[in-house]
């Protein structure tokens, strides 16, 4: 605008220079019409020059906006305060990412492409004897133990997925010092760790900071379990009890090794430091049960099913709570128990009656009741949904399930799997009507272990929901 201003006034003095040549006299007239007119010109750039001078920024300011993009704005200062909630455990987060960098360039066999979809639940899981644990979790020392539950108390407030990956991370932590914890009191040989688990846990105003830390991440679904046990693993250092199970005790029948029975306890009122180590107990048998239940035909051990027993307490309002959260933690620790006898991603379920076996439910029709009433938990629709897409697997995949002749694994494949996918599908949608959210809560959590870099599980659920 000020250039087309100075442009206007050069015309207007050329104009009044050419009218002054032409004079007959010689001499110019300073009076003449044409620096009348670059005075008014002049008066109206000095009236009305700031306004044009403040328009003119405010569109330089929305052509900025326009190319920087407020959403842009918004991430950015989302990721400042993602950066600052993590700047205490930066040293570690380096180690984590130098360990993730150096595992991910050792070569490893890369398998031909499934042909159905959710190729990654029939790949066969590898698993050890004992579980391993990352280096980095040997050098987090006291102040990096503080770091963490600081960093977890803000980290509270995020839900994007480079929030998710530093909570991970930050669990992995945990779940890491407690199993070395374990470990090594149970081989009877130092820790290893750089912090003092026991010293740092008899710290008063530390063991209140963390049970606070954990008591709000116990309220979420996907770190509930790690929380949960963590908190206990604390608490019973704090109070000096032992950390390691007794192993049960073993006898040779003819050259074959096999467990003592030991009569299995009462179930438990409520989930309590104490009551965790049976629940996670029961859960392993139940597991081997339900093994032996798909393989024989024989019924498990009734002592051992406690999810019947769970399930039928959320009948009453009194004892429903607390019963939902042992039959999650139940179930959790049983489909990892499953994963360490079958060492496949998929459920061992043949047939609809092992689902419903695993789901603690006589009949199709109770568990219809207990989604139109509520009362479904994360874990439980995590494994319907889980028996639903494993029906789309390959079918190379759904024989290590049936563990048959080709054949007749092949006439079981098609007589169960289309009842399975029927009923499973039938309860999912009825799930969407009556509680998206926590379906959509479990669909995460599913996608996050199943398919994390793709989306899959998440894509094709929200397919079927339609």
Not at 92 to 97: A, E, G, P, V
């Amino acid at each position: 605008m000020l250039a087309a201003a100075g442009l206007m006034m050069l015309a207007l003095a050329t104009m009044a220079g050419g009218q002054t040549s032409t004079d007959d006299d010689g001499f110019p007239d300073i009076n003449r019409r044409g620096f009348e007119q670059i005075d008014r010109i002049e008066q109206t750039l000095r009236r009305y020059g700031r306004i044009f001078l403040w328009v003119g920024a405010g569109l330089t300011g929305l052509v900025i906006l326009k190319m920087i993009g407020p959403v842009q704005l918004y991430y950015g200062a989302q990721e400042g305060r993602l950066r600052r909630a993590v700047n205490g455990v930066d040293e570690l987060l380096k180690r984590i990412q130098k360990e993730a960098e150096a595992t991910s360039d050792t070569p490893k066999e890369e398998t031909a492409a499934e042909s159905g979809v959710l190729a990654g639940m029939s790949e066969i899981a590898e698993f050890e004897q004992t579980e391993q644990v990352p280096s980095y979790v040997l050098t987090v020392n006291d102040l990096m133990l503080d770091n963490i539950g600081t960093a977890l108390r803000k980290l509270l407030r995020f839900r994007d997925a480079n929030a998710e990956k530093y909570q991970d991370n930050m669990f992995t932590v945990l779940q890491g010092i407690k199993t070395i914890t374990e470990q090594s009191a149970e081989g009877g040989v130092p820790s290893g760790l750089a912090v003092d688990i026991r010293e740092y846990c008899k710290d008063e105003r530390r063991y209140k900071t963390w049970k606070k830390v954990l008591g709000r991440w116990a309220r979420r679904s996907k770190h509930q379990e790690t929380a949960d046990t963590f908190l206990v693993f604390m608490k019973s250092v704090r109070e000096g009890r032992p950390l390691s199970a007794p192993k049960p005790a073993t006898v040779s029948l003819e050259d074959t090794a096999v467990t003592a029975a030991v009569e299995a306890p009462a179930i438990p009122e409520v989930l309590t430091e104490e009551t965790l180590a049976a629940l996670q107990k029961a859960a392993a048998e139940e597991a081997r049960n339900l093994c032996a239940l798909i393989e024989t035909g024989a019924q498990p051990e009734k002592a051992a099913a406690w999810q019947f027993e769970l399930v039928h307490r959320q009948q009453q309002i009194r004892t429903r709570d607390e019963a939902q959260r042992m039959l999650s933690v139940f179930l959790n620790c049983e489909r990892k128990a499953l994963q360490e006898i079958t060492r496949i991603k998929m459920l061992p379920c043949r047939t609809w009656p092992h689902v419903l076996h695993l789901l603690g439910v006589a009949d199709t029709a109770q568990l219809h009741r207990r989604v139109a009433d509520r009362l479904l938990t994360t874990q439980e629709i995590v494994i319907l949904e889980k028996v639903f897409l494993q029906t789309f697997a390959r079918r190379e995949s759904l024989v290590r399930i049936y563990k048959r002749p080709e054949q007749e694994a092949g006439l079981m494949i098609d007589v169960h799997i289309p009842e399975i996918r029927r009923e499973a599908l039938a309860l999912l949608r009825q799930l969407h009507q009556t509680e998206p959210g926590p379906l959509d809560t479990a669909t995460d959590a599913l996608n996050e272990e199943e398919t994390p870099r793709n989306g899959q599980v998440k894509k094709i659920v929200e397919h079927y929901m339609k």
